[in-house]
């Protein structure tokens, strides 16, 4: 019940069934979307400016407010690899609306030459998405001081959407930009 509403019912009978239904020993197969489908590359920042006491004061992404123009816009039906560069010392779970993409990997850099020179020089190897990353997402974790790829197909619907970090206290801090899928 909700609301006074039956909204489901159980009928359980005194007959016993047997249940003959399995797993199957292979799930739907993911086919990975190659990198030279991607039309374009975009790299966009996680940007934290602290007080002048060292507390969280702003996040943003791409170094903007939520309130700034549009900068992300994308052809409907195009495909295109993001590099999310995390500029933070904390993990972001970053969460594109009304899409669904594929990890591509992560690398640690030096984030002293990107705050410097805008030149991401790496510091590590590429290491590619774990076992249960490895299908469709529409959330993916960016860890502190790495790049993390992702690519991802603008497929479905022409309109305005958002891009944010899902940590509530960051996309209220300005860690949530709108995006622009165009016809």
Known sequence: MSDRLDLMQFRVSSKSLEDTSQV??????????????????????????????????VMLLNRKH?????????????TEIWTLVNLT???????????????????SFADYEYLANDKILPTGERIPPSPHERGWKDVVQCPPYATTRIIVPFQGYAGRYVWHCHILE???ND?????????
């Open 24 to 57: 199957p020993a292979v799930l739907s197969p993911v086919v990975r979307i190659a990198e030279s489908e991607a039309m374009r590359n975009r790299e966009m920042t996680l940007n934290q400016f602290d007080s002048d006491n060292g507390e969280p004061m």
């Open 66 to 78: 939520w309130a700034d123009p549009v900068t992300e816009i994308v052809k409907l039906g195009s």
């Open 89 to 107: 010392e904390d993990a972001h779970p970053i969460h594109l609306h009304m899409v669904r993409f594929q990890i591509l990997d992560r690398q």
């Open 170 to 172: 960051h996309e209220a």
């Open 175 to 183: 860690m949530m930009r709108p995006y622009e899928v165009i016809s």
